[in-house]
């Protein structure tokens, strides 16, 4: 698997706008069933011994890339596909049965905090991920009231 078949799996930053309350289940589900074959084969191809090389050459591919965007575009690029490895990418490898993956989270993550120590991200499960949203407005957490309404109108529907 070359780094820029891996790359399109943090390139595809439409997922970003599904990372709610509401959506971001099936749209996990949907970026797990779309790139996980793609990561088990390239981890076990890489094995124990080939995750640095996989790592660096994956996070080469991704800098390749916020160089070839405009001087004004590459924060933005680079925040995103931040976004990506942290709310799906990560998730989805430590999810995954084979113990190389999370091995290769892991390795990405030191990788990541290598070349940029002033961005240093953390990886977390999807279930740990999926408890943390909450409902605030103006930094009043309203989540117990958001839960009534829609208990409600579930019940309205029957």
């Given at each position: 698997m070359s780094p820029e078949q891996l790359a399109a799996a943090i390139r595809e930053t439409d997922y970003l706008k599904r990372f709610d309350r509401r959506?971001?289940?099936k749209a996990?589900?949907?970026y797990t069933d779309r790139f996980a074959p793609m990561y088990l084969e390239a981890v076990r191809s890489a094995g124990e011994a080939g995750m640095v090389p996989l790592a660096e050459a994956l996070i080469d591919e991704l800098e390749n890339g916020w160089r070839r965007q405009k001087f004004w575009?590459?924060?933005a690029v680079q925040v995103n596909e931040k976004q990506?490895?942290?709310t799906y990418l990560s998730p989805m490898l430590v999810g995954l049965e084979e113990p190389l993956c999370t091995a290769f989270a892991k390795v990405?993550?030191?990788t990541w905090g290598v070349r940029r120590p002033k961005d240093p991200y953390r990886i977390a499960s999807y279930q740990k991920l999926s408890k943390g949203f909450r409902d605030?407005?103006?930094g009043i957490d309203?989540?117990?009231f958001m839960r009534r309404r829609e208990k409600e109108a579930e019940e309205e529907e029957f």
């Open positions: 959506t971001y289940s996990f589900q949907e575009n590459r924060s990506m490895i942290v990405m993550r030191d605030v407005i103006m309203v989540t117990d």
